[in-house]
Protein backbone atom coordinates (compact mmCIF):
# COMPACT_ATOMS: atom_id res chain seq x y z
CA UNK A 1 0.00 0.00 0.00
CA UNK A 2 1.14 3.38 -1.11
CA UNK A 3 1.39 6.28 1.88
CA UNK A 4 1.17 10.07 0.27
CA UNK A 5 4.16 11.78 1.29
CA UNK A 6 4.19 15.40 1.46
CA UNK A 7 5.20 17.12 -1.72
CA UNK A 8 4.43 21.04 -0.29
CA UNK A 9 4.75 22.06 3.37
CA UNK A 10 1.61 22.70 4.81
CA UNK A 11 0.95 23.70 8.11
CA UNK A 12 -2.48 24.87 9.60
CA UNK A 13 -3.14 25.57 13.30
CA UNK A 14 -6.74 25.86 13.09
CA UNK A 15 -8.42 22.71 13.04
CA UNK A 16 -5.47 20.60 14.49
CA UNK A 17 -4.51 19.25 11.05
CA UNK A 18 -1.57 17.42 10.64
CA UNK A 19 1.43 19.10 9.41
CA UNK A 20 3.32 17.53 6.07
CA UNK A 21 6.72 19.60 6.66
CA UNK A 22 9.03 19.34 3.68
CA UNK A 23 12.67 20.87 4.54
CA UNK A 24 15.52 21.14 2.56
CA UNK A 25 14.03 19.01 -0.30
CA UNK A 26 11.82 20.29 -3.04
CA UNK A 27 9.33 18.30 -5.29
CA UNK A 28 10.34 17.27 -8.95
CA UNK A 29 8.91 16.08 -12.04
CA UNK A 30 10.16 12.21 -12.64
CA UNK A 31 8.83 10.43 -15.41
CA UNK A 32 10.57 7.26 -14.78
CA UNK A 33 8.67 7.06 -11.24
CA UNK A 34 5.62 5.29 -11.18
CA UNK A 35 4.20 8.44 -9.09
CA UNK A 36 5.17 10.83 -11.34
CA UNK A 37 7.19 13.13 -9.10
CA UNK A 38 9.98 12.65 -6.33
CA UNK A 39 11.67 14.67 -3.58
CA UNK A 40 15.07 15.93 -4.39
CA UNK A 41 17.67 17.14 -1.55
CA UNK A 42 19.06 20.89 -2.24
CA UNK A 43 22.72 21.17 -1.96
CA UNK A 44 24.38 22.71 0.50
CA UNK A 45 26.04 26.26 0.34
CA UNK A 46 29.80 27.19 0.60
CA UNK A 47 30.49 30.15 2.21
CA UNK A 48 32.53 32.48 -0.88
CA UNK A 49 35.13 33.94 1.64
CA UNK A 50 34.52 37.71 0.16
CA UNK A 51 32.37 38.86 2.88
CA UNK A 52 30.55 42.29 2.50
CA UNK A 53 31.45 43.77 6.25
CA UNK A 54 29.73 42.63 8.99
CA UNK A 55 26.70 42.49 7.86
CA UNK A 56 23.63 41.78 7.41
CA UNK A 57 23.56 41.53 3.15
CA UNK A 58 20.61 43.63 2.81
CA UNK A 59 20.24 43.72 -0.97
CA UNK A 60 22.62 42.18 -4.19
CA UNK A 61 22.66 43.52 -7.78
CA UNK A 62 24.94 42.43 -10.65
CA UNK A 63 23.92 42.20 -14.33
CA UNK A 64 25.52 41.86 -17.30
CA UNK A 65 26.50 45.52 -18.56
CA UNK A 66 25.82 47.51 -15.41
CA UNK A 67 29.36 48.36 -14.90
CA UNK A 68 31.02 45.61 -16.35
CA UNK A 69 28.98 43.00 -14.40
CA UNK A 70 30.67 43.30 -11.34
CA UNK A 71 28.57 41.84 -7.99
CA UNK A 72 27.07 45.00 -5.30
CA UNK A 73 25.53 45.04 -2.40
CA UNK A 74 24.18 47.09 0.82
CA UNK A 75 25.00 45.22 3.89
CA UNK A 76 25.10 46.61 7.23
CA UNK A 77 24.37 50.05 5.89
CA UNK A 78 27.02 50.27 4.16
CA UNK A 79 27.21 49.95 -0.47
CA UNK A 80 30.03 47.65 -1.23
CA UNK A 81 31.66 46.10 -4.98
CA UNK A 82 32.51 42.70 -4.37
CA UNK A 83 34.05 42.78 -0.79
CA UNK A 84 35.49 46.33 -1.06
CA UNK A 85 33.42 49.09 0.95
CA UNK A 86 32.47 52.22 -1.19
CA UNK A 87 30.59 54.24 1.64
CA UNK A 88 28.01 54.33 3.89
CA UNK A 89 24.57 54.57 2.49
CA UNK A 90 21.35 55.51 5.21
CA UNK A 91 18.04 54.30 5.12
CA UNK A 92 16.52 51.32 7.78
CA UNK A 93 15.71 49.17 4.28
CA UNK A 94 14.60 47.16 2.64
CA UNK A 95 17.29 48.27 -0.03
CA UNK A 96 16.90 48.01 -3.67
CA UNK A 97 19.47 48.73 -6.16
CA UNK A 98 19.07 49.54 -10.17
CA UNK A 99 21.22 50.58 -12.85
CA UNK A 100 22.12 52.08 -16.28
CA UNK A 101 25.33 50.55 -17.69
CA UNK A 102 27.46 53.57 -16.43
CA UNK A 103 26.24 54.11 -12.86
CA UNK A 104 23.82 52.42 -10.26
CA UNK A 105 21.31 54.03 -7.53
CA UNK A 106 20.54 52.67 -4.35
CA UNK A 107 17.47 53.58 -2.39
CA UNK A 108 16.58 52.10 1.23
CA UNK A 109 13.78 54.51 3.03
CA UNK A 110 15.93 57.96 2.92
CA UNK A 111 19.07 58.88 0.87
CA UNK A 112 18.72 58.13 -3.15
CA UNK A 113 22.57 57.46 -3.87
CA UNK A 114 24.37 56.89 -7.14
CA UNK A 115 27.82 55.30 -8.02
CA UNK A 116 29.68 55.49 -11.07
CA UNK A 117 32.01 52.96 -11.07
CA UNK A 118 34.24 54.77 -8.45
CA UNK A 119 32.34 57.37 -6.28
CA UNK A 120 29.26 56.85 -4.04
CA UNK A 121 27.48 60.09 -3.75
CA UNK A 122 23.66 61.17 -2.31
CA UNK A 123 21.68 61.73 -5.48
CA UNK A 124 19.76 65.27 -5.54
CA UNK A 125 15.63 64.19 -4.96
CA UNK A 126 12.96 67.00 -4.52
CA UNK A 127 12.64 68.45 -1.38
CA UNK A 128 15.48 66.26 -0.18
CA UNK A 129 12.68 63.59 0.54
CA UNK A 130 13.57 59.81 1.37
CA UNK A 131 12.67 57.08 -1.48
CA UNK A 132 11.89 53.92 -0.42
CA UNK A 133 12.26 51.88 -3.68
CA UNK A 134 14.26 52.31 -6.96
CA UNK A 135 14.08 50.96 -10.39
CA UNK A 136 15.70 51.30 -13.79
CA UNK A 137 12.34 51.34 -16.86
CA UNK A 138 12.54 52.74 -20.30
CA UNK A 139 16.03 53.64 -19.98
CA UNK A 140 14.92 55.79 -16.80
CA UNK A 141 15.81 56.90 -13.13
CA UNK A 142 12.16 55.97 -11.19
CA UNK A 143 11.89 56.18 -7.64
CA UNK A 144 8.89 56.28 -5.08
CA UNK A 145 8.73 59.62 -2.62
CA UNK A 146 8.88 57.54 0.24
CA UNK A 147 5.11 57.80 2.28
CA UNK A 148 3.36 59.03 -0.30
CA UNK A 149 1.44 58.10 -3.34
CA UNK A 150 4.19 59.29 -6.08
CA UNK A 151 6.48 58.53 -8.18
CA UNK A 152 9.30 60.55 -9.90
CA UNK A 153 11.23 60.22 -12.84
CA UNK A 154 14.56 61.31 -14.72
CA UNK A 155 15.22 62.12 -18.03
CA UNK A 156 16.40 59.70 -20.53
CA UNK A 157 19.90 58.09 -18.92
CA UNK A 158 20.20 60.84 -16.32
CA UNK A 159 20.20 61.22 -12.74
CA UNK A 160 19.02 64.41 -13.30
CA UNK A 161 14.91 64.27 -11.10
CA UNK A 162 13.06 67.42 -11.97
CA UNK A 163 10.91 68.98 -9.18
CA UNK A 164 7.74 68.45 -11.57
CA UNK A 165 8.62 65.18 -12.87
CA UNK A 166 6.28 63.03 -10.70
CA UNK A 167 2.87 61.40 -11.08
CA UNK A 168 0.50 60.39 -8.70
CA UNK A 169 -1.14 56.68 -8.30
CA UNK A 170 -4.49 57.90 -9.36
CA UNK A 171 -7.39 55.29 -8.91
CA UNK A 172 -7.17 55.33 -4.48
CA UNK A 173 -4.97 57.90 -2.80
CA UNK A 174 -3.37 55.01 -1.33
CA UNK A 175 0.66 55.11 -0.03
CA UNK A 176 3.05 53.60 -2.71
CA UNK A 177 5.44 51.07 -0.95
CA UNK A 178 6.47 49.06 -4.12
CA UNK A 179 7.28 49.44 -7.70
CA UNK A 180 8.32 46.44 -10.65
CA UNK A 181 9.45 47.78 -13.95
CA UNK A 182 7.30 44.59 -16.13
CA UNK A 183 6.52 44.31 -19.40
CA UNK A 184 7.58 47.86 -20.56
CA UNK A 185 5.37 49.19 -17.92
CA UNK A 186 5.62 50.42 -14.14
CA UNK A 187 3.58 48.01 -11.64
CA UNK A 188 2.80 50.26 -8.39
CA UNK A 189 1.82 48.83 -5.20
CA UNK A 190 0.01 50.84 -2.78
CA UNK A 191 -1.10 49.92 0.59
CA UNK A 192 -4.65 49.02 -0.86
CA UNK A 193 -3.85 48.67 -4.69
CA UNK A 194 -2.01 47.54 -7.14
CA UNK A 195 -1.99 49.76 -10.85
CA UNK A 196 -0.44 49.61 -13.91
CA UNK A 197 1.36 52.82 -15.93
CA UNK A 198 2.82 51.30 -19.00
CA UNK A 199 5.81 53.26 -21.27
CA UNK A 200 4.68 55.60 -23.46
CA UNK A 201 5.71 58.23 -25.78
CA UNK A 202 5.16 61.49 -23.99
CA UNK A 203 8.55 63.03 -22.94
CA UNK A 204 6.67 65.23 -20.54
CA UNK A 205 4.33 62.17 -19.20
CA UNK A 206 6.42 59.30 -19.77
CA UNK A 207 4.17 56.68 -17.36
CA UNK A 208 0.30 56.79 -17.82
CA UNK A 209 -2.24 55.05 -16.23
CA UNK A 210 -3.24 51.88 -17.87
CA UNK A 211 -7.44 52.66 -17.42
CA UNK A 212 -9.39 49.93 -16.77
CA UNK A 213 -6.41 47.83 -14.63
CA UNK A 214 -6.77 48.15 -11.15
CA UNK A 215 -6.55 45.93 -8.92
CA UNK A 216 -8.64 46.17 -5.37
CA UNK A 217 -5.53 44.39 -3.39
CA UNK A 218 -2.50 45.84 -1.79
CA UNK A 219 0.73 44.84 -1.04
CA UNK A 220 1.85 43.92 2.31
CA UNK A 221 4.95 45.91 2.66
CA UNK A 222 8.29 47.48 0.63
CA UNK A 223 10.13 44.34 -0.09
CA UNK A 224 7.53 41.94 -0.59
CA UNK A 225 7.22 42.37 -4.27
CA UNK A 226 9.84 40.56 -7.60
CA UNK A 227 9.83 39.93 -10.83
CA UNK A 228 9.78 35.69 -11.45
CA UNK A 229 10.35 34.38 -15.09
CA UNK A 230 8.05 36.18 -17.19
CA UNK A 231 6.19 37.29 -14.57
CA UNK A 232 6.33 39.12 -11.21
CA UNK A 233 4.53 37.94 -7.47
CA UNK A 234 3.54 39.48 -4.58
CA UNK A 235 2.65 39.07 -1.37
CA UNK A 236 -0.70 41.20 -0.69
CA UNK A 237 -2.75 43.16 2.06
CA UNK A 238 -4.30 40.17 3.04
CA UNK A 239 -1.46 38.12 3.44
CA UNK A 240 -1.75 36.07 0.40
CA UNK A 241 1.01 35.27 -2.23
CA UNK A 242 -0.26 35.92 -5.94
CA UNK A 243 1.67 35.65 -9.15
CA UNK A 244 0.47 38.54 -11.94
CA UNK A 245 -3.16 39.15 -10.54
CA UNK A 246 -4.84 38.05 -7.41
CA UNK A 247 -7.05 35.93 -8.25
CA UNK A 248 -3.93 33.25 -8.81
CA UNK A 249 -3.06 32.91 -5.23
CA UNK A 250 -0.22 30.11 -5.09
CA UNK A 251 -0.25 30.36 -0.79
CA UNK A 252 -2.43 28.37 1.39
CA UNK A 253 -4.14 29.36 4.54
CA UNK A 254 -1.82 27.76 6.97
CA UNK A 255 1.05 29.75 4.79
CA UNK A 256 -1.35 33.02 5.24
CA UNK A 257 -1.37 32.73 8.89
CA UNK A 258 2.30 32.39 9.05
CA UNK A 259 2.54 35.17 7.10
CA UNK A 260 -0.05 37.54 8.41
CA UNK A 261 1.73 36.93 12.37
CA UNK A 262 5.44 37.37 11.52
CA UNK A 263 6.87 41.04 11.56
CA UNK A 264 9.60 39.72 8.82
CA UNK A 265 7.68 40.03 5.48
CA UNK A 266 9.98 39.58 2.35
CA UNK A 267 9.84 38.06 -0.97
CA UNK A 268 12.46 37.34 -3.88
CA UNK A 269 13.45 34.85 -5.92
CA UNK A 270 16.95 32.88 -6.70
CA UNK A 271 18.00 29.69 -9.10
CA UNK A 272 19.31 26.14 -7.93
CA UNK A 273 20.00 24.26 -11.32
CA UNK A 274 18.44 26.02 -13.52
CA UNK A 275 14.76 26.33 -11.74
CA UNK A 276 13.59 29.82 -10.25
CA UNK A 277 12.56 29.83 -7.03
CA UNK A 278 10.39 32.27 -5.28
CA UNK A 279 11.69 32.96 -1.78
CA UNK A 280 9.38 33.91 1.02
CA UNK A 281 11.48 35.06 4.24
CA UNK A 282 9.66 35.53 7.03
CA UNK A 283 10.53 35.47 11.24
CA UNK A 284 12.54 32.62 11.99
CA UNK A 285 10.69 30.82 8.66
CA UNK A 286 11.52 30.47 4.68
CA UNK A 287 9.47 29.05 2.40
CA UNK A 288 10.71 28.42 -1.36
CA UNK A 289 8.42 27.57 -3.93
CA UNK A 290 9.78 25.77 -7.54
CA UNK A 291 8.48 28.00 -10.34
CA UNK A 292 8.47 24.59 -12.54
CA UNK A 293 6.26 22.02 -10.05
CA UNK A 294 4.21 25.32 -8.24
CA UNK A 295 4.81 23.21 -4.78
CA UNK A 296 6.37 24.89 -1.49
CA UNK A 297 8.66 23.56 0.58
CA UNK A 298 11.16 24.71 3.50
CA UNK A 299 14.62 25.64 3.55
CA UNK A 300 16.96 25.55 7.12
CA UNK A 301 20.53 26.25 7.27
CA UNK A 302 22.82 24.17 9.36
CA UNK A 303 22.70 25.17 13.45
CA UNK A 304 19.95 27.75 12.63
CA UNK A 305 16.45 28.11 12.79
CA UNK A 306 16.16 29.44 9.59
CA UNK A 307 17.33 29.86 6.40
CA UNK A 308 21.07 31.96 6.50
CA UNK A 309 20.31 33.57 3.05
CA UNK A 310 17.82 36.71 2.33
CA UNK A 311 18.83 37.81 -1.07
CA UNK A 312 20.26 36.82 -4.40
CA UNK A 313 22.04 37.74 -7.32
CA UNK A 314 24.38 36.26 -10.09
CA UNK A 315 24.51 32.94 -8.55
CA UNK A 316 25.49 34.65 -5.25
CA UNK A 317 23.19 34.59 -1.45
CA UNK A 318 23.57 37.51 1.02
CA UNK A 319 23.29 36.62 4.90
CA UNK A 320 20.60 37.38 7.24
CA UNK A 321 23.18 37.18 10.09
CA UNK A 322 26.28 38.56 8.85
CA UNK A 323 28.33 39.83 5.72
CA UNK A 324 28.79 36.44 4.40
CA UNK A 325 28.06 35.95 0.36
CA UNK A 326 27.40 31.92 -0.44
CA UNK A 327 26.62 29.72 -3.39
CA UNK A 328 26.13 26.29 -4.38
CA UNK A 329 28.03 23.83 -3.21
CA UNK A 330 28.52 20.31 -4.95
CA UNK A 331 28.53 18.24 -1.91
CA UNK A 332 26.11 17.75 1.19
CA UNK A 333 27.70 19.63 4.19
CA UNK A 334 25.96 23.45 4.79
CA UNK A 335 28.72 25.78 5.28
CA UNK A 336 30.20 23.37 6.99
CA UNK A 337 27.62 21.48 9.28
CA UNK A 338 24.68 19.20 8.87
CA UNK A 339 22.07 19.42 6.31
CA UNK A 340 19.45 17.78 7.27
CA UNK A 341 16.65 16.74 4.98
CA UNK A 342 13.13 15.77 6.21
CA UNK A 343 9.62 14.60 4.94
CA UNK A 344 6.61 13.05 6.17
CA UNK A 345 4.35 10.81 4.99
CA UNK A 346 0.91 8.87 6.04
CA UNK A 347 -2.61 7.63 5.39
CA UNK A 348 -5.80 8.04 7.30
CA UNK A 349 -7.76 4.93 8.86
CA UNK A 350 -11.80 5.94 10.01
CA UNK A 351 -12.23 2.82 11.10
CA UNK A 352 -10.79 -0.74 12.65
CA UNK A 353 -6.87 -0.76 12.97
CA UNK A 354 -3.76 -2.15 10.54
CA UNK A 355 -1.07 -4.06 11.51
CA UNK A 356 2.29 -1.83 9.89
CA UNK A 357 4.49 -5.62 9.08
CA UNK A 358 6.86 -3.24 7.40
CA UNK A 359 7.49 0.22 6.31
CA UNK A 360 9.78 0.58 2.56
CA UNK A 361 10.98 3.86 1.36
CA UNK A 362 11.85 4.13 -2.26
CA UNK A 363 15.23 6.39 -2.59
CA UNK A 364 18.04 6.40 -4.44
CA UNK A 365 21.08 3.56 -2.59
CA UNK A 366 24.02 3.21 -3.41
CA UNK A 367 25.32 6.23 -4.27
CA UNK A 368 27.78 7.66 -0.73
CA UNK A 369 30.35 8.81 -2.14
CA UNK A 370 32.22 7.76 0.98
CA UNK A 371 34.25 4.06 0.57
CA UNK A 372 35.55 4.28 3.99
CA UNK A 373 34.42 5.45 7.65
CA UNK A 374 31.29 7.07 9.24
CA UNK A 375 29.50 7.52 6.18
CA UNK A 376 30.00 4.01 3.93
CA UNK A 377 27.09 3.20 4.91
CA UNK A 378 25.07 6.10 5.39
CA UNK A 379 21.76 6.26 7.85
CA UNK A 380 18.63 7.06 7.13
CA UNK A 381 16.05 7.79 10.37
CA UNK A 382 11.98 7.07 10.66
CA UNK A 383 9.65 7.72 13.59
CA UNK A 384 6.05 7.87 13.62
CA UNK A 385 2.40 9.27 15.30
CA UNK A 386 -0.08 7.54 15.82
CA UNK A 387 -2.27 11.17 17.01
CA UNK A 388 -1.64 13.53 14.35
CA UNK A 389 1.43 14.32 15.26
CA UNK A 390 1.04 15.24 18.51
CA UNK A 391 3.86 12.85 20.13
CA UNK A 392 6.01 10.67 18.24
CA UNK A 393 7.82 7.44 19.04
CA UNK A 394 11.76 6.82 19.07
CA UNK A 395 13.79 7.51 15.97
CA UNK A 396 14.70 4.03 13.85
CA UNK A 397 17.41 3.55 11.62
CA UNK A 398 17.82 1.81 8.09
CA UNK A 399 20.73 1.68 6.32
CA UNK A 400 21.03 3.18 2.61
CA UNK A 401 23.62 0.82 1.25
CA UNK A 402 27.54 1.04 0.30
CA UNK A 403 28.95 2.66 -2.15
CA UNK A 404 27.62 0.47 -5.48
CA UNK A 405 25.21 -1.12 -3.58
CA UNK A 406 22.13 -0.03 -6.03
CA UNK A 407 19.81 -3.13 -5.27
CA UNK A 408 19.62 -2.06 -1.14
CA UNK A 409 16.24 -2.47 0.10
CA UNK A 410 15.44 0.30 2.66
CA UNK A 411 12.65 -0.55 5.14
CA UNK A 412 11.68 -0.63 8.60
CA UNK A 413 9.97 -4.14 10.09
CA UNK A 414 7.70 -4.77 12.95
CA UNK A 415 6.18 -1.12 13.10
CA UNK A 416 2.88 -2.29 15.40
CA UNK A 417 -0.44 -1.11 14.16
CA UNK A 418 -1.92 1.79 13.85
CA UNK A 419 -5.64 2.82 14.03
CA UNK A 420 -8.23 6.12 14.06
CA UNK A 421 -6.30 8.91 13.22
CA UNK A 422 -4.16 6.77 11.40
CA UNK A 423 -0.48 7.05 10.85
CA UNK A 424 2.24 9.30 9.79
CA UNK A 425 5.69 8.76 9.39
CA UNK A 426 8.48 11.32 9.09
CA UNK A 427 12.00 10.40 7.47
CA UNK A 428 15.40 12.45 7.75
CA UNK A 429 18.57 12.08 6.47
CA UNK A 430 21.82 14.14 7.72
CA UNK A 431 24.90 12.27 6.33
CA UNK A 432 26.28 13.65 3.46
CA UNK A 433 25.11 11.99 0.68
CA UNK A 434 22.75 12.74 -2.04
CA UNK A 435 18.87 11.45 -1.09
CA UNK A 436 16.19 11.62 -3.69
CA UNK A 437 12.31 9.72 -2.50
CA UNK A 438 10.22 8.27 -4.76
CA UNK A 439 7.41 6.30 -2.80
CA UNK A 440 6.65 5.16 0.74
CA UNK A 441 4.57 1.91 1.40
CA UNK A 442 3.58 -0.40 3.65
CA UNK A 443 3.15 -4.16 3.75
CA UNK A 444 4.90 -5.18 0.97
CA UNK A 445 5.56 -8.52 0.24
CA UNK A 446 8.90 -9.88 0.96
CA UNK A 447 8.67 -7.41 3.87
CA UNK A 448 8.96 -9.70 6.74
CA UNK A 449 7.06 -8.88 10.23
Do not use: H
Not at 8 to 32: H, K, S, W
Not at 66 to 88: D, I, P, R
Amino acid sequence: MRLQFGLTAQERARGDLPELPVINMFAEEAPTEETGIVLQSRPGLLDRVEDMGAGPVQALFKADGVLGGALFGVSGGTFYQGATSKGVVDGAGPFSIAGYEDKLFIAGGASLWGYDGTTLTAVTFPDGAGVNKVVVGASRLIAIRADTEKFYWSDVLSDAIGALSFASAEQQPDRLKDMLFWSDSLVLFGTETVEFWPNATDPVLPFQPLEGRTYRRGIKGTGCATLVGPTFAWVTDTNQVCIENPDNIVSKPGLEALIEASATVRLWTFLLEGTEFLALTLDGRTFVRSMRSGLWSEFVSAEADNWVPQCFAGGVFGSSIDGTTMQWGTGWEDLGGTLERRFRAGAPLNAGGAILSNVVLRNNVGATTFETGTYANPIVEMRSSRDAGRTWGAWRQARLGEQGNYRKRVQWKACGMASQPGVLLEFRVSDPVGWRVSDVLVNEPAGGI
